[in-house]
């Protein structure tokens, strides 16, 4: 199978996807008895959101996947896994337990801003440690499990000093939820999306020439550093704006990509707006079902984790993935 053959087979299989899911979520069953007022506001106020929502979240964190496996030069370089997950995820935490009654209206504003921070701060100590130790793989995710881990703890200690309301909400927005969001939520966070998604688009045909080695890169005319820094910071803007959308959702960034690799190759100009689409249309894909299945709603880090696990040891074992 040639590269066009494959990127035909993969937009159109994405896109049949898509409007599935779209026709799904808005003529879902159970809604053929209300009045057309009442439908009308499901669908506005309720669904398309949810249709909004888990098309940004989906195409943020496969691109920043996709985006953060080529900088770092790791194969392993999903959000979730290196830690900016949960730098972002703990200070969404702190704010949502911690955040005083006379701040609660200002919440919508802060979450976005907090995790972008937390999400930040995690990418530029991994940065830091990557280029301290020329790159190398084991160190990069064995920072990301320290930074998890510690981030994790914190979270633990939050829990005991917190009320019931507070750890319930706290327990299913970490789980990962689409249904969180509304319109106020989209518009401070889903501008931050489009942007650092945008650049990390633009940042494609660079991203090719970084496969060859840094030297090479440079000598092609890339400012390899100032390259790295970009990306990192429009990761970090579009995982922190995940997070504060849709709480931690696990293995998306590693999923898409690297099943994407296998069929279509490496180019990034093909690969990152494929890993947008195909992200997009794996969330609403699950939105899709959490529709079909009213009477419970799936966690949707438990549903990306139970697809991304077991293709994370198939690859291993197939040698996919090298360290």
């Given amino acids: 199978m040639n590269r066009r053959t494959a990127v035909t087979l993969v937009l159109s299989t994405v896109l049949i996807a898509l409007v599935i899911s779209v026709a799904g979520i808005i003529g879902v069953p159970g809604l053929s008895d209300t009045t057309v007022e009442l439908k009308r506001h ?26 953060l496996q080529v900088v770092l030069r790791n194969p392993l370089a999903d959000p ?27 919440l919508h504003y ?12 995690t990418t530029f100590i991994i940065y830091r440690l990557a280029r301290k130790l020329l790159g190398s793989s084991t160190a990069v995710i064995l920072a990301g499990i320290a930074i998890s881990t510690l981030s994790g703890a914190i979270i633990a200690w939050l829990y005991m000093f917190s009320d019931a309301n507070a750890l319930r909400n706290l327990t299913f927005w970490l789980m990962g939820s689409l249904y969180q969001t509304n319109w106020l939520i989209l518009c401070v966070g889903g501008p931050l999306i489009v942007v650092s ?23 092609s005319g890339v400012d390899v550093a100032k390259l790295t820094e970009r990306a990192l910071i429009a990761c970090a803007i579009a ?20 099943i994407l690799r296998l069929v279509i190759g490496h180019n990034n100009r093909y690969l990152l707006p494929l890993s947008a689409l195909s992200g997009a249309s794996l969330l609403m894909l699950v939105a899709f079902s959490s529709e079909v299945t009213r009477a419970i709603t799936l966690p949707v880090s438990m549903v990306t984790a139970s697809l991304g696990g077991p293709l994370l040891i198939w690859a291993l074992a197939k040698g996919q993935i090298k360290g």
């Fill in 110 to 121: 802060l979450l976005p801003l907090g995790c972008f921070v937390g999400a930040l701060f």
């Fill in 80 to 106: 979730g896994i290196i830690g900016i997950t949960s730098g972002a995820s703990l200070v969404a935490a702190l704010l949502l337990l911690l955040t005083p009654a006379w701040a609660a209206s200002y």
């Fill in 42 to 67: 499901i669908i506005i106020q309720l669904q398309i959101p949810l249709i909004l929502t888990a098309g940004l979240v989906g195409a943020a964190l496969s691109v920043s996947g996709a985006t």
């Fill in 239 to 258: 995982v922190g704006s995940a997070v504060s959308m849709a709480g931690s959702i696990a293995f998306v960034g590693l999923l898409i990509p690297h």
């Fill in 197 to 219: 998604v945008g650049l990390q688009l633009y940042f494609a045909g660079d991203l090719n020439k970084l496969y060859a080695g840094e030297l090479a890169a440079k000598s």
